[in-house]
């Protein structure tokens, strides 16, 4: 498998990352610091519940992961992610904007796979993997958000899919059995985990032997800002969970996965709009010189 590494440029990406991100108050603010620390979640239970409140919200419609106006997200490319145009399977009503990859494209999927998607939201990577596998196949979605897994479920009643299911769960402890999946897929989900050293060791867990991963994320190369770290804006809107690369690499590893590889992987270039919620022009500036970056990645792995 080659692997790719594309720089997306201020004008192919949006200009905000995630909800919350076009907050005109938000993005004026003149003392990021004093704002950063009173939104930051302290516990993995307070950063759950957070991500599990935004996601909410977008899944009733109540918030968006993107601005209405053009200056925010481009026509063909949404948030962070890849655009679908002509993925068979393919379905508007599950594409909330939330992807930053497609990892269904590099996940090898075979009709009969049994396929779990990671955090499933609305059901988009789900319901082309569903094309991919078809009738003999099946496909299991994990969400946390039960307005999510409701939206994921009544899009998958409307498509007449019996074998499409969704589950309320964590990836932290899922509520399926050891060696029954023949490949798990998530798009840009894991940063969102606290834990991810229990989200891979599950990832494992429910894998058959043989079976493998594609997932595509959000990692970091070089140093990333605490404040940008901790920003509980920048966090449920990818950024702020993620780990650096080699770091994520490398837990895989020790999860027990062969083979792990970056089969895609694009730098992301963070507009002003979005750093300056959280940085001063001159943080900002530091970050910009610095060389660290926020890189989408699509990683595969097996398990032997
Ligand atoms: C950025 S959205 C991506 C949704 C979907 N994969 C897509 O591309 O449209 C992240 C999703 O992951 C879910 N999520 C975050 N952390 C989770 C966890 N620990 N366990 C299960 N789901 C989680 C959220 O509820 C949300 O629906």
Known sequence: MSTELNVLTPEDTAPCCGPGCCDDTAAEA???ATQTAAATPQTDAAIKAAVREKYAQIAV???????????????DISMIGDAYDGV????????????????????????????????????????????IVGEEG???????TQ????????????????????????????PFDEGTVDVVISNCVLNLVPDKKAAFAEMYRV??????FCVSDIVYQGQMPEAVKRSAELYVGC??????????????????????????????DIPDEALQQVLGPAEREALRQS??????????????
Do not use: W
């Open 147 to 174: 307005e999510m897994v409701d939206k994921a479920r009544a899009n998958a009643q409307t498509l007449g899919y019996d074998n499409v299911d969704f589950y309320l769960g964590d990836i932290e402890a899922m």
């Open 239 to 268: 950024v702020a969970g993620a780990m650096q690369r080699e770091a994520y690499l490398g837990a895989l590893q020790e999860a027990g996965f062969a083979e792990v590889e970056v089969v895609k992987g694009r730098v992301i």
């Open 88 to 131: 068979e399977g393919y379905v508007a009503e599950a594409d909330l904007s939330l992807g930053c990859g497609l990892p269904t494209e590099y996940a090898n999927l075979q009709p009969g796979h049994t396929v779990l998607d990671l955090g499933a939201g609305a059901g988009l990577d789900a319901f082309v993997a569903r094309r």
């Open 138 to 144: 099946r496909v299991l979605g994990l969400d946390m």
């Open 207 to 212: 894998l058959k032997p043989g079976g493998h």
């Open 61 to 75: 419609g109540a918030a968006s992961s993107c601005c209405d106006s053009s200056a925010c997200c481009g026509d």
């Open 30 to 32: 003149a003392e990021p």
């Open 291 to 304: 060389g660290s970056a926020v890189l989408s990645v699509t990683v595969y792995g097996v398990k032997r």
